[in-house]
């Protein structure tokens, strides 16, 4: 059902799904962001549509509610161990169509990757989406390229208007929720970017491996795996026991988040390193986003968000290092 309303009978219609729902949204933290005079937009709790950011781009993505950054996975003691007790409530997660699409990677690789996740699976079912229109994307956006600029998959789908709200319900429960006035719109979606990207298909480890353009990141890159952090799509993680201090036996492993970028991540028992040098460290990570993944699951595993090149403190973009890594295949740039 396609309706529209005002916002305070939005506000009023996300009071009640509030009782059944955690409801997740980029929000504004003054002054937290990564200089001591700039603000940080991030995925936290909302209780009303004013409290969501959608004119700027969050830094972090919905993954922080599905994938938190340190988890319990276990809590153990000399005899036994426990699993924490499941969120009973669920999530209504806000976020545009592009974060909808990373989740769709996350599903393939946590749930239909050989075996399913139980702790993200205990998440994930209770989640529900509302997508919202994005018309006209960032300067560092390029989700055309990467076909993640729509999706029909929302339980909600929302146009935010000057004075009133244009909402789509698919889910049938949330039908009693809004009051509004039937009418018929589309949800407004990125149809063009500044940045185009043009990827070739079947790209070979053996095709780049070796390519000088890899030498660029040695020096450049400083391996702080901030563009991890903030993508959307990126899964590495590694485990963490902390032991109690009351009880040495006892405590609790963790899964907490880690990059592919730094140091000692791909390090081996006995002391072997896979990728010591930077640029080998960044052609892995472009390798994993526009080739290898596409070739098992049949799309490419980024998103085309741009966070990463919003975040990188040496301003290494990947759109251009993908850009360049195409002219190089096709001959354009040696």
């Not at 000057?162 to 589309?186: P, R, T």
């Not at 990728?275 to 994993?288: I, S």
Request: charged letters at 35%; glycine letters at 6%; proline letters at 2%.
């Amino acid at each position: 059902m396609k309706i529209t309303l005002s916002k305070e009978n939005f506000n009023e219609g996300l009071k009640k799904l509030a009782k059944e729902y955690k409801i997740y949204a980029p929000k504004l933290f003054p002054y937290e962001g990564r200089f001591s005079d700039t603000d940080l937009i991030r995925y936290a709790t909302v209780d009303s549509l004013e409290e969501m950011v959608f004119d700027k781009k969050s830094e972090f993505s919905p993954k922080e509610v599905l994938t938190p950054h340190s988890e319990t996975m276990f809590y153990f003691t000399e005899k036994e161990y426990k699993e924490p007790d499941v969120e009973e409530k669920g999530a209504l997660i806000f976020l545009r169509a592009c974060d909808r699409h990373s989740v769709k990677r996350f599903d393939e690789i946590y749930l239909r990757n050989k075996f399913s996740d139980i702790y993200y699976n205990n998440r994930r079912e209770k989640v529900k989406f509302a997508v919202i229109g994005c018309g006209e994307g960032f300067d560092s956006c390029f989700c055309v390229s990467m076909d993640s600029n729509k999706t029909d998959e929302y339980d909600l789908g929302l146009n935010i208007k000057e004075d009133a709200v244009e909402l789509h319900i698919k889910d049938d429960g949330m039908l009693g929720h809004f009051n509004g006035e039937k009418s018929d719109f589309e949800i407004d979606f990125a149809t063009e970017n500044k940045i185009v990207l043009n990827i070739p298909d079947n790209i070979e480890l053996n095709d780049v491996i070796d390519l000088e353009m890899w030498k660029e990141y040695d020096k450049r890159c400083v391996a702080c795996g901030r563009c991890n952090f903030v993508c959307p799509t990126c899964t590495c993680t590694t485990m963490q026991d902390v032991f109690y201090s009351e009880n040495k036996n006892t405590g609790e492993r963790r899964r907490v988040w880690a990059s592919c970028h730094v140091d000692g991540f791909s390090e081996m028992a006995g002391g072997h390193d896979f990728r010591t040098k930077h640029g080998e460290r960044m052609r892995f990570k472009t390798m994993h986003k526009i080739a290898d993944y596409k070739r098992r699951f049949g799309y490419h595993m980024c998103t085309g968000c741009g966070r990463c090149d919003d975040t990188c403190p040496e301003y290494i973009s990947f759109s251009n290092c993908v850009d360049k890594l195409t002219k190089v295949l096709e001959g354009e740039d040696e």
